[in-house]
């Protein structure tokens, strides 16, 4: 008999993680099913769903396997588009709850996709983005908080889900108004973010094909998308 690893999710889930499985399944799917020394969220037909909601390095051994197997699988990950900071004293009390001026969005995947990079353009693998409102909780006085003054991120909870986005081509997330050829500190400002972001898109998209490096400006590298994925 094949041992069976459990994933980490399924001793010891959170409510974000336990509430995305429930709103992604459909009728007729198989919850926390063993398959190859494994435990997988989600079993729709032949097709193993996995939903990671932080740590794609953490995952990487079970994508591997499994793609290495012949399995198709699809990883599902959320991007909070608006959150919420709720913080609470070591009483239980409610001291606030305020909007978080970030706003994710589907780009953002790409901090976790360099995780795995090493699989990303598998024919079997596929990568779907759930777009969010979730509550972040707060509590005051818990250990290893010193970082923000006493206060530690202890939950994450699914407010909605207000898109679903199903990345067949990772260069659909290239902004439009990017020019034919730019580098990652011109990507950054299209996408309004850290340039390590866009680096880590960069990263991403080269691996898969997808663009291609086409020469140096100073230490920069300029980038261009391959010819198959030019309009």
């Not at 909007?99 to 360099?114: K, M, N, T």
Request: glycine share 6%; proline share 5%.
């Amino acid at each position: 008999m094949t041992e069976v690893v459990p994933h980490i999710g399924t001793l010891r889930e959170k409510h974000l993680h336990a509430a995305l499985k429930q709103w992604y399944a459909r009728p007729g799917d198989r919850f926390e099913v063993p398959v190859d020394g494994f435990v997988v969220d989600l079993v729709r037909g032949d097709q193993l769903i996995e939903v990671q909601t932080r740590g794609f390095s953490s995952m990487k051994r079970k994508a591997v396997a499994l793609l290495g197997l012949g399995h198709r699988l699809r990883i599902v990950h959320p991007i909070p588009v608006d959150k919420w900071i709720v913080k609470i004293d070591a009483d239980g009390v409610l001291v606030s709850r305020r909007r978080s001026p970030r706003h994710g969005s589907a780009a953002d995947i790409f901090g976790e996709l360099v995780s795995i990079a090493d699989v990303l353009g598998h024919p079997l693998l596929e990568i779907e983005v759930l777009l969010t409102t979730v509550e972040e909780h707060w509590r005051h006085g818990l250990h290893r908080a010193w970082r923000r003054r006493g206060w530690s991120v202890v939950e994450r909870r699914l407010l909605e889900v207000v898109q679903a986005v199903r990345l067949d081509n990772l260069a659909d997330l290239l902004p439009q108004d990017l020019p034919e050829e730019f580098t990652t500190a011109d990507l950054a400002k299209k996408l309004s973010r850290p340039q390590r972001a866009a680096q880590q898109m960069a990263y991403c998209l080269r691996r898969v094909g997808t663009v291609t490096a086409v020469g140096k400006q100073g230490n920069a590298v300029i980038y261009q998308r391959t010819s198959n994925e030019q309009p």
